[in-house]
């Protein structure tokens, strides 16, 4: 079954860098786009970043664009969100997950996610 494993999360200070990453296992991970999301206390989960299949389009959200960068290793079945800057607002449990194309909704189950906290 479709599995994903996310870690790297921690508390950070404002400013402060962490990098994210989620092993997926169930599906052809080399022929899908995958993406992170973000859950916000009160709030709806929302797309940060998306990586097409090999690596060649992108898709970040205008909150983090310039200081997040997603990336993929296709060999490790690993998907990986660089954060810097990192800001309060940033706060949030991370959850990456695949779908078909940078913009359409994901397809498969949601992980634990990996918890982002920011202090001021």
């Known amino acids: 079954q479709v599995q994903f494993v996310e870690s790297g999360g921690g508390l950070v200070q404002a400013g402060g860098s962490l990098t994210l990453s989620c092993i997926a296992s169930?599906?052809?991970?080399?022929?899908?786009?995958m993406a992170w999301y973000r859950r916000a206390p009160g709030k709806e989960r929302e797309q940060v970043a998306g990586i097409t299949s090999y690596g060649t389009y992108f898709d970040y959200a205008d909150s983090v664009k310039g200081r997040f960068n997603i990336s993929r290793d296709n060999t490790k079945n690993t998907v990986y969100l660089q954060m810097t800057d990192l800001q309060p607002e940033d706060s949030a449990v991370y959850y990456c997950?695949?779908?078909?194309?940078?913009?359409?909704?994901?397809?498969?189950?949601w992980g634990q996610g990996t918890q982002v906290t920011v202090s001021s």
């Open positions: 997950n695949y779908q078909r194309s940078l913009v359409l909704k994901p397809l498969g189950p």
């Open positions: 169930g599906f052809r991970f080399d022929q899908n786009v």
